[in-house]
């Protein structure tokens, strides 16, 4: 019973919610883009007061990755955001043609669904926010179970700071009864113009076969290909940085190394020298036997923590150096579960024989599970990253960079984004970084062309002027038959 009481509770929040939010919305759409920009950066600027707080209030109490590494990467994804969309206009008047005619608009989405991972919850829930604030939309949260309580006080924070500069109520609220079905009412209110999944397996198919469309943003597991042209030094640097990033939880981050075999033992030394832990056989089996407890899932309680704790935990020991550890795999198979994504410092080690080999595993690796919406590739052999960046199906490839950082628009020219679209992974319907445009529609403005125009005119002339000459013929004969 108590369950269903659950339930009807979640369905009526988010009937409250979305209509709340429905409000709100009404009048943020009328709000010029210029008053939308000035609520963004108060938000950004009174939120940056208290982010350092904030963030390492959450990593006390959800222990999911490395609080020095997220301050650092929120400070330098907000300085990226205003960098990359500061300045870009997205609703309103948006292009003029010739003659100085209004030829497009941009119109809100209106209400916008998010479900929030809690992994990353600052900055996936500031970034979220931000976007639907610059283009004039509300948004409702769903927390994951894991992190309902701290969800929630982020965004009452949040929603304070947007009355604070000036923004409506309820831009912003969470649900805080969470519900499969509280989930489907929210999906497929009439209300709801857009779902965003970040990264969440709960409730996949009640947002799936919901009747809003939603875009869909995973961690991802990526695979990067080390080719025998590369700066290798650089290379493992990268990837161990990339991968050891906050505990592994960055998307688009590393998760499977390819390596050409003539090459190998310098990479894998140099794997070494940069933090990497080759593990054995016997130290596999521990750790496999700690993240998988029931062998199909990820133990949640192990998401986001540093390879020394895993190692620790497994009952084996590593240097005091490790950041990253590492299971060397002859091949893929069905009952292989580092195949799945695996948001830890954990990276899977292949050898292939020449780059074409290394192709057709990047491609078994990415279609394997679906999971992969990234790829990253070392190479200074351009006929090689050609073919990568032709073959792969994926929606990014990042070249001689980190995937973890340049994925997300942070030192790249990728847009700063941190929802990597998974349509490669047959997930929600865009493959890009999801960015303020995805959350609006474009309104085509067309004048009638002034030839036609003139042409129709004389057109009309002609007829006028053939109604004169009958009126003329019929007064005429009038006067003979009289």
């Not at 580092?338 to 292949?350: C, F, M, Q, R, S």
């Not at 679906?370 to 590739?377: A, P």
């Not at 865009?430 to 959350?439: H, I, M, R």
Request: charged share 20%; hydrophobic share 35%; glycine share 6%.
């Amino acid at each position: 019973m108590s369950f269903e009481d659950k339930d009807l509770q979640s369905i009526q929040e988010a009937r409250i919610l979305v209509e709340r939010a429905k409000v709100a919305q009404e009048t943020l759409k009328e709000y010029e883009q210029s008053y939308l920009d000035k609520l963004v950066m108060g938000l950004i600027d009174c939120f940056n007061l208290e982010s350092t707080k904030v963030i390492k209030q959450i990593n006390e109490s959800l222990r999911l990755g490395n609080e020095k590494d997220e301050i650092e990467l929120y400070q330098r994804f907000i300085n990226s955001f205003k960098k990359d969309y500061e300045l870009k206009q997205y609703v309103g008047l948006l292009h003029f043609d010739k003659s100085n005619q209004p030829s497009e608009v941009g119109i809100p989405l209106g209400v916008i669904g998010v479900k929030l991972p809690a992994t990353n919850l600052v900055l996936n829930l500031m970034y979220t926010t931000l976007i639907c604030l610059k283009t004039g939309n509300s948004l409702v949260v769903v927390p994951d179970k894991q992190a309902v309580e701290e969800t929630s006080r982020l965004v009452h924070t949040i929603s304070q700071l947007i009355t604070k500069v000036h923004g409506p109520n309820n831009v912003i609220s969470c649900l805080q009864s969470v519900s499969k079905l509280g989930v489907r009412e929210l999906c497929n209110h009439e209300f709801l113009d857009l779902f965003i999944n970040i990264g969440s397996t709960d409730c996949i198919e009640v947002i799936e076969t919901s009747k809003t469309p939603y875009i869909f943003g995973g961690v991802g597991s990526s695979p990067v290909f080390i080719e025998r042209s590369a700066n290798i030094n650089q290379a493992c640097q990268n990837i161990i940085e990339s991968r050891s990033l906050n505990n592994g939880l960055l998307p688009g981050a590393e998760q499977y190394v390819i390596v050409e075999n003539t090459i190998a033992e310098l990479v894998k030394q140099q794997l070494i020298s940069e933090g990497a832990y080759f593990m054995n056989q016997e130290e596999e089996g521990l750790l496999l036997n700690l993240i998988f407890p029931n062998h199909d899932k990820l133990a949640s309680n192990y998401i986001g923590k540093t390879a020394i704790y895993l190692a620790k935990k497994a009952g084996f020991n590593v240097p005091s150096t490790t950041r990253v550890l590492v299971s060397e795999q002859p091949y893929i198979n069905d009952e292989n579960p580092y195949a799945e994504d695996l948001p830890i410092p954990l990276l899977t080690y292949y050898l292939e024989p020449d780059w074409l080999r290394a192709c057709e595993k990047c491609i078994a690796l990415l279609e394997y599970k679906k999971n992969g919406h990234t790829l990253v590739i070392h190479s200074e052999n351009e006929q090689v990253i050609t073919e990568f960046i032709l073959k792969k199906p994926v929606g990014r490839v990042i070249v001689n960079g980190l995937g973890g950082l340049n994925s997300i628009g942070i030192d790249s020219k990728l847009p700063t984004s941190m929802i990597l679209g998974g349509l490669t992974t047959n997930k929600g319907f865009s493959a890009e970084n999801v960015t303020p445009k995805d959350l609006t529609y474009r309104r085509r403005v067309a004048y009638q062309n002034g030839n036609h125009l003139s042409r129709s005119i004389e057109t009309t002339e002609k007829v006028i002027d053939g109604l004169d000459e009958l009126n003329v013929f019929a007064d005429l004969l009038k006067e003979i038959i009289n």
